[in-house]
């Protein structure tokens, strides 16, 4: 159940509460593709870092170690130890990766696995069956993400479809919730609303999804190639159209300016690759703009990589020394930078939900943008 407490504009201040526990939103969803966060995090550092939600992917955990293997050792909860709140996401957006190895069809979508090439059928009912296997707390319903630059009469028919499939979603993941074997009997799924950069499509989207009572609803199908202005307009065009009373979920997105952005918009659910990704690359997220740490000046720069921060990256070691383990290509360098990114992002959401319950959100908002802006 959704608790919407506080609006400030609107921006939108929330609660969410499952089956493996609450979720305050805005939320940001740690990203851990294959059940665990790329960089060398264990759930133990999760904790640590004060991650709310954990997000791993239906395609990638049904190609290996495959789904039933997950379901028979207990679910994905007990598989990785996690025992908050966890969202899979349906395999759609692999699909629309997948492009050159797939073929999409009424009943679902043929396609080649990227690890051994084997063939592979995922269509709306495999996709919840592969996550009632997964046992998560929240399963995103099957789409097509079609391209940003697909034509109108494609998008079209391509809504309409991701449209007829959320019907048979909805209606296999409440046979599935039923079944006495099933792990996760609460399971939650939420919608997706498509439409590229088309604005009337959108809308007309998301006020048919919005009248099939999910629970929650997501906008996919942006930062897939648009400008972030585009992807602004299609948030203030469609985020009034769906219930305000159920989370709204922007799917891949993504730097911290793009998440005030769309919190200012009415959107509490992300999730990126982006803070882990940059991470392991020696890029690191502070209040005065995101730092390189394999640049020659951090050599030896004794500070911490942000004053203040409490991450365990910041309460233990420099940026010359974090700089050397990069360099020396030793693992602990990667995993000090994602963990301190991901604990930037996490206290960032913190910060948001302050700034909402204070009825100061615009004001935190420009703070911060302009903070960040200075390198």
Same mark, same amino acid.
């Given at each position: 159940m959704y608790e919407l407490i506080k609006k400030d504009g609107r921006a939108k201040r929330g609660r969410l509460h499952t089956v493996h526990g609450t979720i305050e939103t805005p939320v940001f969803m740690n990203v851990g593709?294959?059940?665990?966060?790329?960089?060398?995090?264990?759930?133990?550092? /999760?904790? *640590?870092?004060?991650? @709310?939600?954990?997000?791993?992917?239906?395609?990638?955990?049904?190609?290996r170690p495959g789904d039933e293997i997950v379901k028979k050792l207990g679910g994905l909860h007990k598989f990785m130890n996690w025992d908050r #709140? !966890? /969202?899979?996401?349906?395999?759609?957006? =692999?699909?629309? +990766?997948?492009?050159?190895?797939?073929?999409?069809?009424e009943e679902g979508v043929h396609f080649h696995s990227h690890i051994d090439g084997r063939k592979i059928f995922m269509g709306p009912e495999e996709s &919840?069956? !592969? =996550? +009632?296997? /997964? $046992?998560?707390?929240?399963?995103?319903?099957?789409?097509?993400?079609?391209?940003?630059?697909?034509?109108?009469?494609y998008m079209e028919n391509s809504v309409a479809r991701t449209t007829r499939w959320?019907?048979?979603?909805?209606?296999?993941?409440?046979?599935?919730?039923?079944?006495?074997?099933?792990?996760? #009997?609460? =399971?939650?799924?939420?919608? !997706?609303? @498509?439409?590229?950069?088309?604005e009337d499509i959108r809308i007309a989207h998301a006020q048919q999804i919005a009248e099939m009572d999910m629970d929650g609803y997501a906008v996919g199908g942006l930062a897939v190639g648009e400008t972030h202005e585009e992807m602004y307009r299609i948030l203030d065009a469609v985020v009034p159209h769906l219930p305000?009373?159920?989370?709204?979920?922007?799917?891949?997105?993504?730097?911290?300016?793009?998440?005030?952005? $769309? *919190?200012?918009?009415?959107?509490?659910?992300?999730?990126?690759?982006? #803070?882990?990704?940059?991470g392991r690359h020696g890029h690191v997220y502070t209040n005065e703009g995101k730092l390189n740490l394999f640049n020659a000046k951090y050599e030896l720069d004794d500070r911490p990589i942000e004053e203040g921060c409490g991450c365990p990256a910041c309460r233990s070691y420099s940026r010359a020394y974090i700089r050397h383990l990069l360099?020396?290509?030793? &693992?602990?360098? &990667?995993?000090?930078?994602?963990?301190?990114?991901?604990?930037?992002?996490?206290?960032?959401?913190?910060?948001?939900?302050?700034? !909402?319950?204070?009825?100061n959100y615009k004001e935190y908002k420009k703070n911060k943008l302009e903070g960040m802006m200075r390198k």
């Open positions: 593709t294959a059940a665990a966060i790329k960089g060398a995090v264990s759930t133990d550092d /999760l904790r *640590v870092i004060k991650t @709310q939600v954990e997000l791993s992917n239906t395609y990638h955990l049904h190609v #709140p !966890i /969202l899979t996401d349906s395999g759609g957006f =692999q699909v629309f +990766s997948l492009a050159s190895l797939r073929k999409i069809k &919840m069956r !592969i =996550q +009632s296997n /997964l $046992a998560s707390t929240i399963a995103m319903a099957f789409d097509e993400c079609p391209s940003s630059v697909a034509d109108r009469k959320l019907k048979r979603c909805k209606d296999e993941m409440a046979r599935l919730n039923s079944l006495p074997d099933t792990i996760n #009997p609460h =399971q939650l799924l939420f919608g !997706i609303n @498509q439409g590229g950069v088309y305000e009373n159920k989370p709204t979920y922007l799917m891949g997105v993504g730097t911290p300016a793009n998440i005030l952005e $769309a *919190v200012e918009r009415g959107v509490d659910f992300f999730d990126c690759v982006y #803070p882990s990704r940059n360099k020396a290509k030793e &693992m602990l360098g &990667m995993r000090l930078c994602v963990l301190h990114n991901l604990y930037f992002y996490n206290t960032m959401m913190e910060e948001i939900r302050d700034a !909402i319950d204070a009825g």
